[in-house]
């Protein structure tokens, strides 16, 4: 935790006052976010919201134009490595080269993270995701849900305190879903950090224990899941934003 | 340590996945070797007109598929997403670049390494010799070094095929001239020294355009 302050030890993200433009257009407009170790989050918002840039702004993909990002209290604008090896990130995009096969993308990364005993580790997580038998098959040759799910094992290999999933579930089938989050929930009985984003109001209720919504780049609803049925969540996504889901 | 092992595991990755596609090294090859049949089409085998015009047509050639090969160097990571992967990875961009460039450099040698002696075949020239050796290697350094900052700039444009040489083939004229210049001399058996001081602007411009691109490439990828 070098680097960290004793405020921002509990929590696992702290944003402050975060823009993010892209010439003349403002994407984010000064997110201000704080996620406890081990919280799960969802963020909703229409098409364009700034969902998908908000959370690679926070993986550290992309800059931001202004404010302050702490990720385990690790300033990222300094410490952006160390912030990296915390962070697991699953995306519509794999991130996987298609000419290769799962092994070797896995060993690829496993090698970018420094990741101790690889081909233990990759078993491990292979097996997790339910892939071993598709280990040494060409990743290009493998159906979009199973992609997804070597992907879901690429993300966990370095065991991420912190996890990103952007629209994750996309062609997943429901056991894929389950596996994800059984996956995604704790290892080594520590619970990770979950920040998602999805359209699915009813399947982000389910899994996140907050929701935020964003629009036009402003977070302008945040509050717990306890006490918040569908149709309650429905009337205010529809009141904090002007689009349909 | 830690750097040059995740310097080579992008360098590796490249490796095996054109060892797989055969995308680059095939294609650039045989379009290599269709502009070397041409040029000896075109000029002949006469020993005054090839002395003249060899260190150019052997340029012309490498230059025109170093770009072709470049062209390629990023498109694997830019079709298939993998760009965002590495960036969110623990490396720094300056790994990525050095192990892109590797990968990239690896593969101009490859094909010039074949073209090298199927030039000297068909022009009935002694290209075995280690001044020439010397400049190709030097002279590739130097354009895999620039172009590699080049070719992840244009990925992410619309015509890459088309942006790529204009933004490169300025830069890196420097260094085909003193290629071109060196070449003409080792190539009518001239000796080091001879060849000494178009190596030395070659070497230097080597070394400025390997610093320069690696210490701007952060920038070209995240912004």
Request: with cysteine; charged share 20%; hydrophobic share 50%.
């Amino acid at each position: 935790m070098g680097g960290a302050n004793t405020a921002s030890q509990a929590l696992s993200v702290k944003v402050e006052g975060l823009t993010k433009s892209f010439g003349n257009r403002l994407t984010l407009r000064g997110i201000d976010l704080e996620v406890k170790q081990g919280e799960s989050v969802v963020i909703f918002g229409p098409n364009g919201a700034g969902k998908t840039t908000l959370l690679k702004v926070l993986a550290t993909i992309m800059n931001p134009t202004s404010g302050r990002i702490l990720i385990d209290g690790l300033d990222v604008k300094n410490q952006a490595e160390q912030a990296r090896r915390r962070i697991g990130i699953v995306t519509h995009n794999t991130f996987l080269y298609g000419n290769l096969t799962a092994y070797e993308n896995l060993d690829f990364y496993c090698r970018l993270y420094d990741v101790p005993g690889r081909q233990q580790r990759i078993q491990e997580i292979i097996e997790m995701v339910g892939m071993t038998p598709r280990l040494h098959q060409r990743v290009s040759t493998l159906s979009r849900g199973m992609q997804q799910r070597i992907s879901i094992a690429r993300s966990l290999l370095h065991k991420p305190a912190i996890m990103l999933l952007d629209e994750a579930e996309t062609g997943l089938d429901q056991q894929a879903t389950a596996m994800l989050w059984e996956a995604l929930a704790a290892e080594g009985g520590k619970r990770r950090t979950i920040i998602l984003t999805t359209h699915n109001l009813e399947r982000g209720l389910k899994v996140a224990e907050r929701v935020l919504i964003l629009d036009k780049g402003i977070i302008t609803y945040q509050g717990s899941t306890k006490a918040m049925n569908l149709p309650a969540l429905e009337r205010v996504y529809h009141s904090s934003t002007e689009n349909e889901p | 340590m830690s750097f040059w092992r995740k310097v080579f595991a992008i360098t590796w990755k490249d490796v095996l996945a054109e060892m797989r596609t055969k995308e680059i090294i095939s294609a650039v090859l045989v379009f290599t070797l269709l502009v070397i049949v041409i040029f000896n089409f075109a000029f002949g085998t006469s020993p005054d007109v090839v002395k003249l015009v060899a260190s150019g047509m052997l340029w012309v050639t490498f230059a025109f598929s170093g770009v072709l090969s470049l062209n390629r160097a990023f498109v694997m990571e830019k079709e298939e997403g993998c760009f965002e992967g590495l960036m969110v990875a623990p490396v720094s961009r300056e790994i990525i670049y050095t192990g892109k460039m590797l990968g990239s450099l690896l593969f101009l040698l490859i094909i010039e390494a074949i073209a090298l002696p199927i030039f000297a075949f068909l022009f009935n020239l002694g290209v075995f010799s280690w001044q020439l050796i010397v400049i190709v290697f030097l002279t590739t350094v130097g354009f895999v070094g620039v172009g590699t900052l080049f070719s992840a700039l244009a990925v992410n444009t619309k015509a890459r095929e088309m942006v790529l040489p204009i933004l490169f083939f300025p830069i890196v004229i420097p260094i085909i001239i003193g290629a071109v210049k060196a070449s003409e001399s080792a190539l009518s058996g001239g000796s080091w020294g001879d060849i000494s001081s178009w190596l030395g602007i070659t070497g230097a411009f080597d070394v400025i355009f390997l610093v320069v691109s690696y210490l701007i490439f952060a920038f070209v990828i995240e912004e």
